[in-house]
């Protein structure tokens, strides 16, 4: 049964209808940004003929986004919707296992209710979507996720400490602010104890996280742990308080969240450390990889299906990959050779890894660099883009607690009202893991014309409905950052053959990915074997590497989307160049692909199929 779902799930994709008009799409306006940008002319989608209809879709895709939010009250605060902000949601509860369950399958009948020829182009690509998502979610639902409910790369307890320090998504400016996030806060320290309950089942089911991913988890939540409630980070919201606030709010709120830290929450924390340090880490699994659960390579093939949004077996994402890898290596000895470096590729590696002028020797200086380049890149960007998002992004350190297991960077969307701009985070525990030659590439790719891009130009489209706007795939945003790092050649910034460089190993990263992430999941590799074969074909850290595998064994799947999805865009920018001809403008071409949200690779291919179409 399972089988056959995944069949269909994953097979939908390729199903879907092609939309009768380019416009399509490119129906939605964002604002643009810089004196040399040209105002963006979004096309605007011929009404149907049936408007009926539309309004009955529009209508039922807005009933879906807000019951979706109050299904997932967090991600309600993270959008910007803050009548949840008290609830923490019960992804774990029966209650709510069974609630998503009605809510998939009720939309999903409502949806097929609905005459899709009766719509226009650009709702035709909406239905696709919609249609698609919940078909997946379905599936999803087949497996077993719930039996590990946390990891040492996602977890609910990082989460929480991010938006409980004030500097996320959770407002604090008012007493009922305040009041909001002690009951979510409630909510969580509820989580703890049914996380427990499901690893327990979890445990009886040989369902089960690798015994190192464990004991990466247990320091986490040492760092917790805490003597004094004022000395938790969940506390730091008491250091904050509003200066509007009289002393009686003061006194009471600062009471009210001592006791739910020192009472309720360090206790809940220090049973859940001890959870994972006496019981479960006793019966983690041995085997690194998805196959050692059971039906593991089942689950492991629709993961890499639902993050690549293809229907690519395993293996033939494996050969691409090792494909890919040799292309590189080639490049980057090319690279040895024109700066005169006498050795052979692994001691080039070994130098560019470990020589002193590679680095910096304080965080800062790497966070200023950063922002030096932010200026750099801005200048060229009017030069490719008509469309560019109005949230600024801004450089940030990943946060202390956390930096030790966190990704080398990673990006935070803006607030959607426009409060709070974007983070470009970067990991400043390990400076010999920061080199300055791989800089600019990780810049193009996380921040501005990246992931900072994609996201925050998502988030302001206007006239599309609103899971497109906050809904994603994995496959099309981190496919679009690495191709923004391809365009980083055409605006001349890796002139510097050491910049190039960088960009070609970062590139390999993502090459080397399909290689290990199927290796682990569905060959049987280990986690040294893995962590040995990035070792032999790059200059990362070592301790970037072992990150890197063992986020690989956390997340199995996700590390796949970046090569699929750039090598998809690349395939269609090259299409439409040859197709097109003098009249291929790539500013066009970037408008096609950033004005309707995330897409699934066969949507996105039908929607530049037909541009290429008109633009004839």
């Not at 998504?169 to 009951?183: G, I, K, L």
């Not at 906050?470 to 790092?485: D, K, N």
Request: charged share 25%; aromatic share 12%.
């Amino acid at each position: 049964m399972k089988k056959a779902l995944l069949a269909v799930s994953i097979g939908l994709v390729l199903g879907l209808t092609a939309c009768s008009d380019s416009k399509k799409g490119a129906d939605s306006s964002v604002s643009t940004r810089g004196e040399n940008s040209q105002t963006s002319q979004v096309k605007q989608a011929q009404p149907s003929n049936n408007e009926a209809v539309e309004q009955a879709y529009l209508a039922l895709v807005d009933d879906y986004f807000k019951d979706y939010l109050k299904l997932e009250p967090i991600y309600a605060t993270f959008v910007g919707v803050n009548d949840y902000n008290d609830k923490f949601g019960g992804d774990l509860t029966e209650a709510y296992l069974k609630a998503r369950h009605e809510f998939n399958s009720g939309y999903l009948k409502r949806v097929e209710q609905i005459d899709r020829s009766q719509l226009s182009p650009a709702l035709q690509l909406s239905y696709d979507m919609f249609s698609y998502d919940r078909n997946l979610a379905l599936v999803s639902e087949t497996f077993p996720s719930r039996f590990m409910p946390m990891n040492q790369f996602y977890s609910t307890v990082i989460s929480m400490v991010q938006l409980g320090s004030g500097e996320s998504a959770q407002p604090f400016n008012t007493v009922e602010d305040y009041d909001n996030w002690a009951s979510r806060l409630s909510g969580f320290i509820n989580w703890t104890k049914l996380a427990q309950e499901r690893m327990d089942e979890g445990i009886k089911s040989k369902v089960v996280l690798p015994r190192v991913l464990v004991e990466r988890i247990i320091p986490q939540l040492e760092a917790q742990l805490v003597e004094k409630a004022s000395d938790s980070l969940f506390y730091a919201p008491i250091n904050k308080l509003p200066e509007s606030f009289t002393q009686a709010e003061r006194e009471q709120v600062t009471a009210k969240y001592t006791q739910l830290i020192a009472d309720e929450l360090l206790p809940a924390l220090a049973s859940l450390k001890t959870y994972f340090a006496t019981t479960y880490l006793p019966v983690a699994r041995a085997s690194d990889g998805w196959w050692g659960l059971p039906n593991g390579k089942v689950w492991y093939q629709h993961l890499a299906n639902s993050h690549t949004t293809t229907t690519m077996p395993v293996d033939e994402i494996h050969q691409i990959g090792l494909g890919e890898v040799a292309r590189i290596l080639s490049e980057m000895d090319k690279v040895r050779q024109q700066v005169k470096f006498e050795g052979d590729l692994k001691a080039f590696f070994a130098s560019l890894s470990s020589e002193p002028q590679y680095f910096f020797n304080e965080r800062q200086g790497l966070i200023d660099g950063y922002m030096t380049l932010k200026d750099k890149i801005n200048a060229e960007l009017p030069n490719y883009f008509n469309v560019m998002p109005k949230a600024d992004y801004v450089v940030k350190p990943v946060e202390s607690f956390r930096e030790k297991s966190a990704a080398g960077a990673s990006y935070e969307s803006p607030a959607v009202d426009g409060s709070r701009p974007g983070v470009f985070y970067i990991n400043t525990y390990n400076l010999k893991a920061q080199p300055k030659w791989g800089m600019t590439t990780l810049s193009l790719h996380e921040a501005a014309p990246g992931h900072h891009f994609q996201i925050a130009i998502k988030q302001e489209l206007s006239g599309v409905p609103e899971f497109q706007r906050f809904g994603g795939y994995t496959a099309f945003e981190e496919g679009w950052a690495l191709y923004a790092e391809y365009l980083g050649i055409e605006m001349g910034l890796f002139e510097d053959p050491y910049q190039y460089f960088g960009k070609l190993s970062d590139e390999m990263l993502r090459a080397m990915r399909l290689v290990v992430d199927t290796g682990l999941h569905a060959k049987g590799w280990t986690r040294e074997q893995a962590i040995q074969y990035m070792k032999d074909n790059s200059p990362m850290a070592e301790s970037d590497i072992i990150a890197e595998v063992e986020r690989y064994m956390a997340i199995p799947g996700q590390a796949l989307s970046y090569k699929v999805g750039q090598l998809k865009i690349l395939s269609l920018r090259a299409k439409a160049e040859k197709a097109l001809g003098d009249k291929f403008d790539l500013k066009s071409f970037h408008d096609q692909i950033l004005t309707s949200g995330s897409l699934p690779m066969a949507v996105m291919e039908m929607k530049i199929d037909h541009w290429i179409e008109t633009q004839k």
